[in-house]
C-alpha cells in the first residue's frame, strides 16, 4: 500500500532527482573484462569512423554525394557511441552509477535521434543508389550537391524533430521509487518500468514514433532495393552485374544489421518487457553497430580501397 509520503511526492511531481544504473551483473573480473572490450571497440569505432571523414575530404575521388552521405553516417556514428560507452564504462567499474533525471532524459533524446536521423540517412543512402543504379545516365543531375545537402539536413532535423515530442512526454512522467534502473544507459523502456503514472501517452508516442521513422525509412529502402535488384538482373553481362551489386553490397549489408536491432528494440507495443534482453540489443546497436560500419565500407569498398592505398603510398 502507498504511503502517505508517496503520495505528497506524486502530488508536488518527480520526487526522484536521480537515477541509479545497475550495468551488467557479475564479478569484478567480469565487469573489468567488458569494460576493456568496450573500451577497444570505443576507440576502433571513432579512429575508423574519422578515418573515414578524413579519406574522403583528402580524397578528390570520394567528392561524390555517396560518400557525403557516408561521411554524415560516419560523424553521426562517432557521437552515437560517444553518448553511450564512456558513462557505461563508468557504471561497470562503479565510479559513476548514478545519473541524474536531467541528463537522463537529456541522454534519452541525444540517442533516440541520432538513432532516428541514421534510420532517415540509411534511406536516402539507398535513394542515391537507386538513381545511381537505375538512372546513371541523369544520375550526375539528378543527385546533385544542393539535393545532397538538402537530404541530409532533412535527415538530421527529421530525426531530432520526430523524438522532441516524445522526450518532453517522458520528462512529464512522475517516478517515485525506486530509482534503479536495470541497464547502462537511460532507454525509453528503462524510464516507463519506473514511472508511477500513467504511461500510456508515452508508450503509444513511442509506438506511433517507431512506425513512423523505423517501419517508414525501412519500407523506403526496401523498395528502393526492390528497384536496384530488378534494374541489376536485366543488365546482360555477369560482370556489369557485380559490378553494380558491389556499389550497394556494403549499404546493404549495413542496413541489415542496423534495422534488425533497431525493430527489436521499439517496434512493439507495450514498452515494458524483456529489459535484459532490451540490453543485449542496445549493447549491439550502440557498440557493436557503429565498429562494424567503416569495417564494411571499408572492406567490400573497391573505391575506399584504392583511397585508401593511395594515401599509404603518398606517406
Known sequence: QMDLSIWKD??????????ILL?????????????????LMYTLTVIGNAS???????????HTPMYFFLCNLSFLEIWYTTGVVPKAIGVM??????????????????LLSLGSTECFLLSVMAYDRYLAICYPLRYSSLMDSVLS??????SWLGGFMAISVLAFLT??????????????????????ALSCSDTWPVELATFLVSIIVVVASCVATLVSYMYIISSILRIQSAHGR????????????????????????YVKPSAQNSLDLNKIA??????????????????????????????????
Not at 23 to 33: E, H, K, L
Not at 53 to 59: G, T, Y
Not at 149 to 154: K, Q, Y
Open 242 to 265: 557485380k559490378k553494380a551489386f558491389s556499389t550497394c553490397s556494403a549499404h546493404l549489408s549495413v542496413v541489415t544489421i542496423w534495422y534488425g536491432s533497431t525493430m527489436f528494440l
Open 282 to 315: 542496445n549493447t549491439f546497436n550502440t557498440v557493436v553497430t557503429p565498429l562494424l560500419n567503416p569495417f564494411i565500407y571499408t572492406l567490400r569498398n573497391k573505391e575506399v580501397q584504392l583511397a585508401l592505398r593511395r594515401a599509404f603510398q603518398k606517406k
Open 149 to 154: 545537402v538538402r537530404l541530409a539536413l532533412s
Open 10 to 19: 506524486m502530488a508536488n511531481g518527480t520526487s526522484v532527482e536521480e537515477f
Open 171 to 192: 520528462s512529464r512522467l512522475t517516478f517515485c521509487g525506486p530509482d534503479v534502473i536495470n541497464h547502462f544507459l537511460c532507454d525509453i523502456d528503462s524510464c516507463l
Open 52 to 62: 573515414i571523414i578524413a579519406l574522403v575530404w583528402r580524397s578528390s575521388n570520394l
Open 23 to 39: 550495468g551488467f551483473p557479475g564479478t569484478w573480473q567480469f565487469r573489468v573484462s567488458l569494460v576493456v572490450v568496450f573500451a
Open 93 to 110: 567499474l562503479g565510479t559513476s552509477q548514478t545519473i541524474s533525471f536531467n541528463v537522463c532524459i537529456l541522454q534519452l533524446f541525444f
